[in-house]
């Protein structure tokens, strides 16, 4: 299930192109504006809540921080745990660790060694805002499998399609973009 | 409304003390085991859902990044907006800051200037996970009054009572603890 043009129109006119943010050239995708509309985000959520219902997930992991927003509220959507990945230092218990590789350097994204042992066979979603290079959803879907559970489907609320982050990532698992950003 | 013991027995339960973290001689409240159990999250959402249906909210904000989960979670399902508020430089367009004393040295969060400018007379709850000493909250409760808006009151998972951030934080808005902690 994609979704049909008409909530297309509705949460491309919510998001709100920002210029040479973070850096000169850059046009950030600030999704906000989104959540700050009440309807926007609703035809989101009930179009991600549709798509997944019926893929028996027994948790959502989310990435820091915007993935959070997106993964905590599907979760309790569809009656499933939530789980967060996190940049290095923030989780607080025994963590499994992925690095991986940014323009300039390299990044670290870590999960609960136990986040999924309360149930048997996990199968998880992972969820994060925008897939650019999908260097950190790699590393946290690889996370996912470390820790032994099963991710389904890494899902983006917005995916830049002229880079290969997307087509590199469905290697390893299938990937839903719900808006693909030329 | 506040919780009935059945309800906070469940969630009490759920979370998990990690000793000397972040370091010696603090014990962390974590809440990852409680997102990750999806009968305690049900139960402490379903809480906040029914104690804020009557409030006429127009937005939930949140604090970054534990905030976010609880609030955005709970903005979907009373069909309000979401406000990020954010660590200084996160957030992409014009923003408001304050400033806030952490034990050593100052810290600072934003919001977007125009973050509440798409209803008219703006009603907030403000959400985090935790309150201590209550510096992170009254800034976040000083930027929403700060752009236009009326924080109703400010919510928490847990309060560390041994503090007297609660008591501080209530001069200025009305705060709803769901769990104390010794």
Redesign the interface.
């Known amino acids: 299930m994609t979704l049909n043009e008409h909530d297309r129109t509705i949460i491309m006119d919510s998001i709100?192109d920002?210029h040479d943010?973070?850096k000169p050239g850059i046009v950030?995708k600030?999704i906000?504006t989104l959540?700050?509309?009440?309807n926007a985000?609703?035809v989101l959520?009930k179009h991600l809540h549709d798509r997944y219902s019926s893929y028996n997930l027994t948790?959502i992991a989310?990435i820091?921080?915007?993935g959070?927003?997106?993964g905590?509220?599907l979760?309790?959507?569809l009656?499933?745990?939530?789980?967060?990945i996190?940049k290095k230092g923030?989780?607080?218990?025994t963590t499994v660790s992925e690095k991986y590789s940014l323009e300039y350097g390299v990044d670290e994204v870590e999960v609960?060694i136990d986040?999924?042992s309360?149930v048997e066979n996990p199968q998880v979603l992972l969820i994060d805002d925008l897939i650019a290079t999908g260097g950190t959803a790699y590393a946290a879907a690889s996370l996912i499998n470390k820790v032994g559970a099963t991710c389904v489907e890494a899902c983006f609320i917005m995916g830049l399609d002229f880079l290969d982050g997307q087509k590199k990532l469905s290697e390893v698992v299938p990937v839903y973009t719900v808006i693909g950003v030329d």
Chains 1, 2 share one sequence.
């Open positions: 709100r920002i943010f973070p950030f600030d906000t959540l700050s509309d009440k985000y609703g959520m948790h989310g820091d921080a915007r959070f927003i997106f905590a509220a979760a309790q959507m009656g499933v745990g939530f789980i967060p996190r923030k989780l607080p218990y609960h986040a999924f309360n």
